[in-house]
Structures are given as structure tokens and as C-alpha cells.
């Protein structure tokens, strides 16, 4: 039977005070550059569809230099295995948190 790692996505809503500063500790990148992240595949998949990649997130880490490896390996830890699934598992509980819109 296979251990299944909770996303740590699950968690934001209930963390606060030094709880909520580890998991942005731990982040790939800071909090910010994951929120501007956010907001530029709202913008794209506004009016293209998902192909069910993560072509526009990629597109955004090579426009800004950022570490891929590691911003995609979160990405699809907390289930954003494509850009359109960032925008449903992550962007909800990304932005409850921190009020990004």
C-alpha cells in the first residue's frame, strides 16, 4: 500500500504565526515571486486553453531565471501537475491565505 505525503497546500489555511513562517521558509522561491506566478497564468489561460503541461508556468520561470527543478517539484507535490491544475489545486488556498487576487 502505498504512503501518500500530504500536499502542504492542505495545510495553508490553518497555519499562523511560526507555523505559517516555516512553510514560507520552505517555499522554492519567495512568496511574492509564487503569487506573480499565480497571477501570469490567470492571465494566460484567460483566453488559451490548458494543454495539460505546464507550458506557461515553465514560460514564466525561464522569462524570470528561477529555479525550475525545484518550483516544479512543488508545483506537482501540491498538485499542480499542469498549469491549469495550479490554478484549481494551488491559486484557491494560495490566495485564502494571502489574499492575492
Given at each position: 500500500?502505498?504512503i501518500?505525503?500530504?500536499?502542504?497546500?492542505?495545510?495553508?489555511?490553518?497555519?499562523?504565526?511560526?507555523?505559517?513562517?516555516?512553510?514560507i521558509?520552505?517555499?522554492?522561491?519567495?512568496?511574492?515571486?509564487?503569487?506573480?506566478?499565480?497571477?501570469?497564468?490567470?492571465?494566460e489561460?484567460?483566453?488559451?486553453?490548458?494543454?495539460?503541461?505546464?507550458?506557461?508556468?515553465?514560460?514564466?520561470?525561464?522569462?524570470?531565471?528561477?529555479?525550475?527543478?525545484?518550483?516544479?517539484?512543488?508545483?506537482?507535490?501540491?498538485?499542480?501537475?499542469?498549469?491549469?491544475?495550479?490554478?484549481?489545486?494551488?491559486?484557491?488556498?494560495?490566495?485564502?491565505?494571502?489574499?492575492?487576487?
Amino acid at each position: 500500500m502505498a504512503i501518500l505525503r500530504k500536499r502542504q497546500i492542505d495545510n495553508l489555511e490553518q497555519l499562523s504565526g511560526e507555523e505559517l513562517q516555516a512553510f514560507i521558509d520552505s517555499l522554492p522561491d519567495a512568496q511574492e515571486t509564487i503569487s506573480e506566478l499565480l497571477n501570469y497564468l490567470e492571465d494566460e489561460l484567460y483566453d488559451k486553453e490548458c494543454n495539460h503541461s505546464l507550458r506557461y508556468s515553465m514560460q514564466y520561470m525561464m522569462e524570470k531565471n528561477l529555479n525550475f527543478p525545484k518550483l516544479t517539484g512543488w508545483l506537482t507535490d501540491n498538485g499542480g501537475y499542469c498549469d491549469c491544475k495550479v490554478m484549481e489545486q494551488i491559486a484557491p488556498e494560495w490566495r485564502r491565505k494571502f489574499g492575492d487576487d
